[in-house]
C-alpha cells in the first residue's frame, strides 16, 4: 500500500522562506519521478515543480529562482524549498508520487501555505 504523507506547511510574511518535505512509501522503485502541485481557493490545482527518477527538475515560471525541489538520497523523499514567499503563493501544496510499473499517481493529503503580511 502506498503512502504519501506531506509536512512543513505554515504561515510566512512575504520574503519569507518555507521547506515542505514529502515521504511516500510502498512505491515500486525507490526514486520513483515525484512533485509538488498547488491549490489556491477557487483555482484548480496546478504543478508547481516535478523530478524525475534521474532528478531532472521541472519548475513553473512564476517560481523558477524562489523554489528548489530536491530528493534525499536513494529515497522517495523530497522537499521543496520555498524563498521570497508572494501572497499569490498561498495554497494547499500537494505531493505527488508515480509509479511508473503500475502506471499510477498518489497524492498526499495536502499541506497549507500562507503567505501574508
Known amino acids: 500500500q502506498v503512502h504519501v504523507v506531506e509536512s512543513g506547511g505554515g504561515s510566512v510574511q512575504p520574503g519569507g522562506s518555507l521547506t515542505l518535505s514529502c515521504a511516500a512509501s510502498?512505491?515500486?522503485?525507490?526514486?520513483?519521478?515525484m512533485g509538488w502541485h498547488r491549490q489556491a481557493p477557487g483555482e484548480e490545482r496546478e504543478l508547481v515543480a516535478s523530478?524525475?527518477?534521474?532528478?531532472?527538475?521541472f519548475y513553473i515560471d512564476r517560481v523558477k529562482g524562489r523554489f528548489t525541489i530536491s530528493r534525499q538520497e536513494d529515497k522517495n523523499t523530497i522537499r521543496l524549498q520555498m524563498n521570497n514567499l508572494k501572497p499569490n503563493d498561498t495554497a494547499v501544496y500537494y505531493c505527488?508520487?508515480?509509479?511508473?510499473?503500475?502506471?499510477?499517481?498518489?497524492w498526499g493529503k495536502g499541506t497549507l501555505v500562507t503567505v501574508s503580511s
Open positions: 505527488r508520487a508515480t509509479d511508473l510499473h503500475v502506471r499510477s499517481d498518489y
Open positions: 510502498g512505491l515500486t522503485d525507490n526514486r520513483s519521478p
Open positions: 523530478i524525475t527518477s534521474s532528478d531532472s527538475t
